[in-house]
């Protein structure tokens, strides 16, 4: 071929080549978008890692977990009502007691003086209300009979009325005698266990002095606080199961009894109570627990 002719063929071959090079990026561009084409395992990989949480975080879980204390559904504090000196102590912090079991007795050598001395003026009380009792029925029998004047009458009707008057302020002072003498013996208020004993023999308490702090423990109370998200889902009577350290792998179960529907501003939580039977009171107030709190009421996790 001569030269003339190649110079003829050289922009068709140009051209040719250039048609060429445009053509297979486009092949690949429809490759690419092609929806049927599986996608390589490294990204199927990392789309399961992005939609596993977005699906567990849209499902509210059954049961949730928190952490609360024990502490008593009642706490009394037991006051001296009279002034006097302890003569006796009858339990020591940490007894188990009933309610109205005698846990500490004053000094009692003057309250039974006071107590003798009402008794005395009662009975001179009653003595004269019955002779002025005597005489003015006998005086109504003979005034009725104008057999005597009805001065006389009217004085042994004032007598027989201040009589009875003192007859009843005797008894009453004779009462209140025999009651500060019943007070002088403290006694327990619930059943429960003491707390606190803040007094020793030979102290002189007054009144309204705290001698105990007794706590009910059973039924306990355990306290927890649930975010507020969950306000719908707690409800009363909802099933409530607690660990505590002294008992590894031991459950306690118990029931929610009050949900506060106000939610705290700075934590955006609101507690639950949940009682406790805890009969053989192994359980303690200020123990702190794991609490799992089923929210669908089945009692199931």
Do not use: H, W
């Amino acid at each position: 071929m001569n030269v003339r002719a190649l110079s003829a063929l050289a922009p068709a071959l140009a051209l040719g080549l250039a048609l060429a090079g445009c053509a297979r990026p486009t092949a690949v561009a429809e490759k690419k978008a092609d929806p049927k084409a599986p996608l390589p395992d490294d990204v199927k990989a990392l789309e399961r890692s992005v939609a596993a949480p977005q699906a567990k975080a849209s499902s509210a879980p059954d049961v949730l977990d928190a952490t609360g204390e024990f502490v008593p559904p009642v706490r009394s504090e037991l006051v001296s009502k009279v002034t006097g000196r302890v003569a006796r102590i009858l339990v020591d912090e940490g007894a188990r007691v009933a309610k109205g079991q005698p846990l500490l007795d004053l000094e009692t050598d003057y309250l039974k003086l006071d107590v003798a001395r009402a008794e005395a003026e009662a009975a001179r009380a009653a003595a004269a209300f019955a002779e002025a009792e005597r005489d003015f029925a006998r005086k109504k029998e003979l005034v009725g009979r104008e057999s005597v004047a009805q001065a006389a009458f009217d004085r042994s009707q004032a007598a027989y009325d201040g009589a009875r008057a003192a007859q009843q302020g005797a008894k009453a002072s004779l009462d209140l005698a025999r009651q500060r003498l019943a007070d002088a013996v403290l006694a327990a208020p619930i059943d429960g266990v003491v707390l606190e004993r803040r007094v020793d023999v030979g102290e002189r308490l007054s009144e309204g002095t705290v001698a105990f702090v007794v706590v009910q423990t059973a039924p306990l109370k355990l306290r927890f606080r649930v975010p507020e998200r969950y306000v719908g889902a707690a409800a009363a009577g909802a099933p409530v199961r607690a660990q505590v350290d002294p008992y590894p792998g031991e459950t306690f179960s118990g029931k929610v009894s009050v949900v506060v529907p106000a939610i705290d501003p700075a934590s955006r939580t609101f507690i639950v109570e949940a009682l406790f039977e805890n009969r053989d009171g192994r359980l303690r107030p200020g123990l702190f627990a794991r609490v799992a709190l089923d929210l669908t009421g089945r009692g199931t996790r």
